[in-house]
């Protein structure tokens, strides 16, 4: 019998934990993506890594739209203990379907254009939702939002810039009835919080450029005026 299933033993370690624990899988939206345009992937999993170096060390986040939570684990990776909401349940059953591994995370369905949680958090973020709330909504949901934060709660949004909407797919603009510049994201988030810092990126690269060369925006909030 060979001491090894591969050239290599260390690598004995993956064939272990696959027969113990079994493969990991893909969500709904993340099989799409790896089959339509794997490279969309990269860009996602960049925008997460901004929200986890921002919020290291924080003991309770909030993910608010988390589709199928496919990137949730690299925030939870950086904190203590992530609560992800969607309001579509197909995504929280899914999930709460998945095995919980190394980096459990809590999944409730919840509107945030209705109200606030009940709880509050440290942090709190939401990855390309902003563009799906009609402005009509928008400040019941950002206000949700910072009313869901402490007193000294950092907030997180990230959304595809207005300017590049003319070079977007059918498929990336669907449901995009709200997307911004970067002054119009600054003003937006000015009226809940303190004070407002925007990014620009692209692919995957966050910088401080020229907004409106930017692909995506993140901006960075910090003091709920909600308290």
Request: aromatic share 10%.
């Amino acid at each position: 019998m060979p001491t090894s299933r591969t050239k290599e033993p260390q690598y004995d370690v993956v064939f272990d934990i696959a027969q113990n624990e079994g493969l990991q899988t893909f969500g709904l939206m993340s099989s799409f993506t790896w089959r339509d345009d794997p490279r969309r992937l990269g860009f996602m999993l960049a925008r997460y890594k901004f929200v986890a170096r921002m919020m290291t060390g924080m003991p309770r986040v909030l993910e608010v739209g988390c589709a199928d939570g496919f990137a949730t684990r690299v925030v939870r990776q950086a904190v203590g203990h992530v609560v992800a909401t969607d309001f579509d349940p197909v995504f929280i059953q899914q999930n709460l379907a998945q095995p919980a591994g190394r980096w459990p995370v809590e999944y409730r369905v919840h509107n945030m254009a209705a109200g606030p949680l009940a709880e509050e958090f440290d942090g709190a973020y939401a990855l390309d939702v902003l563009e799906h709330i009609p402005a009509a909504e928008e400040d019941a949901f950002l206000g949700n939002i910072a009313r869901s934060l402490a007193p000294r709660g950092v907030c997180i949004i990230g959304m595809p810039s207005l300017n590049s909407q003319s070079y977007a797919s059918p498929g990336s603009k669907a449901g995009h009835v709200n997307c911004k510049d970067e002054p119009g994201l600054r003003a937006t988030m000015g009226r809940h919080f303190h004070n407002v810092f925007v990014f620009s990126m692209n692919d995957e690269v966050v910088h401080t450029g020229f907004t409106p060369m930017a692909h995506y925006l993140l901006a960075l909030a910090c003091g709920p005026k909600s308290h």
